[in-house]
C-alpha cells in the first residue's frame, strides 16, 4: 500500500514539474499566450512538433531503461547502443523542438505546434540527460573492472 502510495505520488510530482516546464519554455519562448483565433485539426506544424515529441518519448523511454538498471542486468554492449538511441533522439527532439518554437508566430492553437515543440524541447533535454547518465555509469564501470571504454 505504501509502495503504490508513493509510486502515485511520484509520478503526479512528476506530470506537475513536466507541465511546468513545458509551460516555462513557453514563457521564456515568448509563445505562451493563447491564440484569438484557435486553428482545428493537424496541421505541418504540429506534425512536425508531434513527431518530434515522439521521437523525445522515445529517448526517454530508452534512456530510462539503461540508465536505472542495475550493472549486471543490462549487457554493456546493449546497454551502450541504448544509450546511444537516447542521446541521438534526445539531440533531435530537442532541437527539432526548439526549431518549431524559434519559428512560431503565435502561441497555443494558432496550429504552429507550439506546444509540441516545447514539449518535444523538454523530453530532448530529459533523454540527453538520462542518455549521459547512462554512457557515464558505463564508463564508471569499465574504469573500475580495468577494460577501456
Do not use: C, D
Not at 28 to 40: F, G, K, L, R
Not at 111 to 116: L, Q, R, Y
Amino acid at each position: 500500500m505504501k509502495r503504490t502510495l508513493s509510486i502515485a505520488l511520484t509520478a503526479a510530482a512528476s506530470m506537475v514539474l513536466f507541465v511546468g516546464l513545458v509551460y516555462a519554455v513557453l514563457v521564456a519562448a515568448h509563445v505562451s499566450e493563447p491564440a484569438a483565433i484557435t486553428v482545428q485539426g493537424l496541421t505541418v506544424r504540429r506534425l512536425w512538433a508531434t513527431m518530434a515529441a515522439l521521437l523525445g518519448l522515445v529517448g526517454v523511454i530508452a534512456g530510462g531503461l539503461v540508465a536505472f538498471r542495475s550493472t549486471t542486468s543490462f549487457p554493456t554492449k546493449t546497454g551502450r547502443f541504448t544509450a546511444s538511441v537516447a542521446l541521438a533522439a534526445g539531440l533531435l527532439a530537442a532541437a527539432n523542438g526548439g526549431l518549431n518554437l524559434a519559428f512560431a508566430n503565435g502561441g497555443p492553437g494558432t496550429g504552429n505546434g507550439v506546444v509540441g515543440g516545447a514539449t518535444a524541447f523538454v523530453l530532448g533535454l530529459v533523454a540527453l540527460a538520462l542518455g549521459g547518465r547512462a554512457f557515464a555509469r558505463f564508463r564508471r564501470s569499465a574504469l573500475e573492472s580495468g577494460r577501456t571504454a
